[in-house]
């Protein structure tokens, strides 16, 4: 449909910032004429759907001295300007996706100004300017000829390439991809806030990883503690920009917070749920075999979004839950209440923060029974009321969360089958029916979670705090806009 404002004023009248969005595709259409706009169903990872505008046309592209006119295709979101829109190539009947750096399999575009989209600085004029200068550093379509001449032509072509040592983008991906997921551990911590830094700190000193990637988002120049680290550099420890050096990773540890000015709770979490729909996509199109640990708050939510934008198993979609909590909880029972024989069975589960849950559960799959030849449930709540007193007291900062996200890698990278209290999909324990993810005993290996240990269906008080917090966790990801 030709650009027409009073038809696109009734077509947005369900957009949050509908003015602001089109004075801005004004904007662009006065530049590039070609462009159209629909109201079209698009159709998200996870299978919902969603009435969203399409706006479509072609940008000038010129490649090796020939000009190019690329049709795109942007999904622009109702909550737009505030959140990128989805990019997507258009091709047509004669031609082929080129997947890349910035292109995937099925066309979806990642370019670092959607990566780090912040308004109003961002604006789509900007994103098709940075658009138009990496598809002419790397074409994303080339043409499809039925002629047998062509093929023939173009097997040569690659043939000869490979006689002479080179490869495309594809080749190098796969030979890169192979090298990695074979014996290279590569971590990528995504946000270069404090806990980001403590991340990469706690991995660097712990030697958990071969490499580790740390990913700034922020804008400008490295400040703070990204500037001391390339200043003081550390072995195997990168600082970037660009989520093309996250590829391959075998971790991928997410601590961004979105810093907006929402008002309510539930504003600021759809506000982190905006930062996340432009960096987890991303970040399954460079690793797809990773496990994604959630750090960022509510842990909770965020990751239980992690799994719903990554299209990942639920296995390999983990949040830091209840980690450190239950490591603290089990030794003060050991080492300060001097209760050696049970300390280890004693867990700290469901929703991190005020509402977690102290529980008994035996770690080696059998039963959670074995607790009660030692200690009466009387004495078994006292012990963890006591425990939990002491551990109010002691606050998570970063370098410690930091030092409990270390040991989580160290698990999975080294396949330890170690047991965590972290947040997994808690669907199907203890009655819940939702999908929501808590923090449970799991056991942590190279794939993530293998199995969930459960906490005993007899402790009624245990099962209703867990099923109160899934109901609360429930509700407020009914009201998100994934």
Same mark, same amino acid.
């Given at each position: 449909?030709?650009?027409?404002?009073?038809?696109?004023?009734?077509?947005?009248?369900?957009?949050?910032?509908?003015?602001?969005?089109?004075?801005?595709?004004?904007?662009?259409?006065?530049?590039?004429?070609?462009?159209?706009?629909?109201?079209?169903?698009?159709?998200?990872?996870?299978? !919902?759907?969603?009435?969203?505008?399409?706006?479509?046309?072609?940008?000038?592209?010129?490649?090796?001295?020939?000009?190019?006119?690329?049709?795109?295709?942007?999904?622009?979101?109702?909550?737009?300007?505030?959140?990128?829109?989805?990019?997507?190539?258009?091709?047509?009947?004669?031609?082929?996706?080129?997947?890349?750096? @910035?292109?995937?399999?099925?066309?979806?575009?990642?370019?670092?100004?959607?990566?780090?989209? !912040?308004?109003?600085?961002?604006?789509?004029?900007? $994103?098709?300017?940075?658009?138009?200068?990496?598809?002419?550093?790397?074409?994303?379509?080339?043409?499809?000829?039925?002629?047998d001449e062509a093929k023939q032509l173009e097997l040569l072509s690659y043939i000869a390439k490979i006689t002479t040592g080179e490869t495309d983008i594809n080749s190098k991906t796969m030979v890169d991809g192979q090298k990695k997921d074979g014996g290279f551990n590569?971590?990528?911590?995504?946000?270069?806030?404090?806990?980001?830094?403590?991340?990469?700190?706690?991995?660097?000193?712990?030697? %958990?990883?071969?490499?580790?990637?740390?990913?700034?988002?922020?804008?400008?120049?490295?400040?703070?503690?990204?500037?001391?680290?390339?200043?003081?550099?550390?072995?195997?420890?990168?600082?970037?920009?660009?989520?093309?050096?996250?590829?391959?990773?075998?971790?991928?540890?997410?601590?961004?917070?979105?810093?907006?000015?929402?008002?309510?709770? /539930?504003?600021?979490?759809?506000?982190?749920? =905006? $930062?996340?729909?432009?960096?987890?996509?991303?970040?399954?199109?460079?690793?797809?075999?990773?496990?994604?640990?959630?750090?960022? @708050?509510?842990?909770?939510?965020?990751?239980?979004?992690?799994?719903?934008?990554?299209?990942?198993?639920?296995?390999?979609?983990?949040?830091?839950?209840?980690? /450190? =909590?239950?490591?603290?909880?089990?030794?003060?029972?050991?080492?300060?209440?001097?209760?050696q024989t049970i300390g280890k069975e004693a867990w700290i589960i469901g929703e991190r923060g005020e509402d977690k849950v102290p529980a008994w559960c035996g770690s080696n799959l059998v039963t959670c029974h074995q607790t009660e030849g030692v200690m009466n449930d009387?004495?078994?709540?006292?012990?963890?009321?006591?425990?939990?007193?002491?551990?109010?007291?002691?606050?998570?900062? !970063?370098?410690?969360?930091?030092?409990?996200?270390?040991?989580?890698?160290?698990?999975?990278?080294?396949?330890?089958?170690?047991? @965590?209290?972290?947040?997994?999909?808690?669907?199907?324990?203890?009655?819940?029916?939702?999908?929501?993810?808590?923090?449970?005993?799991?056991?942590?290996?190279?794939?993530?979670?293998?199995?969930?240990?459960?906490? $005993?269906?007899?402790?009624?008080?245990? %099962?209703?705090?867990?099923?109160?917090?899934?109901?609360?966790? @429930?509700?407020?990801?009914?009201?998100?806009?994934?």
């Open positions: 449909m030709e650009f027409s404002e009073e038809t696109l004023r009734t077509q947005l009248v369900k957009y949050k910032f509908r003015d602001l969005t089109i004075e801005e595709l004004k904007n662009v259409v006065k530049i590039y004429p070609n462009f159209r706009f629909s109201m079209d169903t698009y159709t998200f990872k996870d299978g !919902s759907l969603k009435d969203l505008l399409n706006f479509s046309g072609t940008i000038p592209v010129k490649y090796q001295g020939n000009s190019y006119n690329i049709p795109i295709c942007l999904w622009i979101l109702d909550s737009h300007p505030f959140a990128p829109p989805i990019c997507l190539l258009k091709p047509t009947i004669n031609m082929e996706i080129s997947v890349g750096k @910035h292109v995937d399999a099925h066309g979806r575009i990642y370019l670092p100004y959607l990566q780090n989209w !912040s308004h109003p600085k961002s604006i789509i004029i900007g $994103l098709i300017k940075e658009m138009i200068e990496k598809f002419e550093e790397e074409l994303p379509l080339y043409s499809v000829s039925s002629s590569k971590v990528t911590v995504i946000g270069a806030g404090d806990l980001g830094i403590a991340c990469v700190l706690a991995i660097a000193a712990k030697g %958990a990883a071969d490499q580790v990637v740390l990913l700034d988002l922020s804008e400008g120049a490295a400040k703070g503690g990204t500037m001391d680290l390339d200043i003081f550099a550390l072995p195997n420890v990168e600082i970037s920009k660009d989520f093309s050096a996250s590829a391959h990773s075998k971790v991928v540890v997410l601590t961004v917070n979105s810093l907006g000015n929402a008002q309510s709770y /539930l504003g600021v979490i759809q506000s982190n749920v =905006d $930062l996340f729909r432009g960096i987890v996509p991303a970040v399954a199109h460079y690793s797809q075999n990773s496990v994604l640990l959630v750090a960022s @708050h509510p842990v909770e939510i965020m990751t239980y979004v992690s799994w719903k934008l990554s299209a990942f198993p639920k296995s390999r979609v983990i949040g830091i839950g209840c980690n /450190l =909590d239950t490591e603290r909880f089990q030794y003060i029972i050991t080492n300060l209440l001097k209760a009387n004495s078994q709540e006292q012990l963890a009321n006591r425990a939990m007193e002491v551990l109010k007291g002691k606050g998570q900062k !970063s370098w410690s969360v930091g030092l409990s996200i270390a040991d989580l890698i160290e698990s999975i990278l080294k396949n330890k089958r170690k047991v @965590h209290s972290i947040s997994t999909l808690a669907k199907g324990c203890c009655n819940i029916n939702s999908e929501v993810f808590l923090s449970m005993p799991c056991i942590l290996g190279t794939n993530g979670v293998t199995e969930i240990i459960k906490p $005993l269906k007899e402790d009624k008080v245990v %099962a209703k705090k867990l099923q109160s917090s899934a109901a609360s966790i @429930h509700d407020l990801q009914q009201q998100l806009k994934l």
